[in-house]
């Protein structure tokens, strides 16, 4: 990556410092696919009988874990996330002569196509010799059919788990086109997968400090760049200034997009940007949902960085996001900038 360096955009040009501008090294890592989704294949139910007796199929269970066979260290801790091993999502062959009501056809790759089911029973110990890991787990650790297949799956299978109902009449509703969508009985209302999208938003000085902040939620140390849902009526960028204003009480400018990828949990799509703000304006980290909000120099999130992840890190006096995150792909292109 070569940084680029301009006029922040809507600064006067005479006596302004130039800003490092910056790209993402790479897609964040939920956003890669290697899985063909096309709307004609969730209709054709000819092609879907066809391929049913040769597809694969995803199992996954009640809190969005799927088999996962790991080589190398496999994510421990209570925020395990992410490892130096590797991870390869372990599909089933389907069983029967036609899909059964309640799979959804992920997509095809390779000419196999790939379902999934939602099993709300429990491995018993000692039953199965292959892990079960969730999406923030294994997710970073996945190929890009792996995560693709996994994303995919836990963003729809949310979403058929609280559209058993119609949101206009009540009336119980069923899926169709493959798990695509779902049609209530009383009267055929057509409901689809919902995504809620959100902006995450790298602030950094226009120099080599950048703007974390932490949850309350969150334990001492850890920290990440700014993040907030849109509201209706309202633009990406304009979330992205009243987001960051709202939280820690700074206005931002020069606001440009970086990348997005899902996040299904349980539903939203993260969309990255980046923005510059005056590192001397006072932080006001809002009350509730802000507990502490910091400037970082760009040698310090190296440091983190190169120390590990949330899960990883430990006594690091800085913990930064791991790699299944945006945010961190965000912090690792912000680090690189020479």
Avoid at 130 to 155: I, K, N, Q
């Amino acid at each position: 990556m070569t940084p680029r360096t301009d006029v922040a955009a809507g600064a006067p040009e005479a006596g302004t410092a130039e800003v490092v501008r910056f790209d993402l090294l790479g897609p964040p890592v939920l956003s890669r696919s290697a899985v063909l989704r096309d709307e004609t294949l969730r209709k054709d139910t000819a092609r879907q009988r066809a391929g049913w007796r040769t597809a694969r199929l995803l199992v996954v269970d009640t809190a969005g874990r799927v088999p996962v066979a790991w080589t190398g260290r496999r994510p421990e801790g209570p925020w395990a996330m992410d490892t130096d091993g590797t991870a390869r999502l372990v599909t089933v062959p389907t069983t029967g002569d036609v899909p059964p009501d309640d799979a959804v056809l992920l997509g095809e790759a390779d000419g196999v196509a790939y379902w999934a089911v939602r099993d709300a029973g429990e491995l018993v110990p000692g039953e199965d010799p292959v892990d079960r890991a969730d999406l923030r787990t294994a997710g970073a650790a996945l190929d890009a059919l792996g995560a693709g297949l996994l994303t995919t799956a836990v963003a729809v299978l949310n979403w058929h788990d609280a559209a058993q109902f119609c949101g206009r009449d009540g009336s119980p509703t069923h899926p169709e086109a493959a798990g695509w969508h779902r049609v209530c009985e009383a009267h055929g209302h057509e409901d689809y997968p919902r995504t809620d999208p959100a902006v995450i938003c790298l602030v950094h000085d226009g120099a080599d400090r950048v703007l974390l902040a932490r949850q309350p939620v969150w334990p001492e140390g850890r920290f990440s760049v700014l993040a907030g849902f849109v509201e209706a009526g309202e633009s990406l960028e304009a979330c992205v200034l009243r987001e960051i204003h709202e939280e820690v009480g700074v206005p931002v400018r020069d606001i440009a997009y970086l990348g997005s990828q899902a996040w299904p949990f349980p539903r939203s799509l993260m969309v990255g940007f980046r923005a510059v703000a005056d590192a001397d304006a006072p932080l006001r980290p809002a009350e509730g949902e802000i507990a502490e909000a910091m400037w970082v120099t760009r040698a310090e999130v190296r440091r983190a960085l190169a120390a590990g992840d949330w899960a990883g890190a430990e006594g690091s006096p800085l913990l930064l996001p791991g790699g299944v995150s945006i945010a961190r792909a965000m912090l690792e292109a912000w680090a690189a900038i020479d």
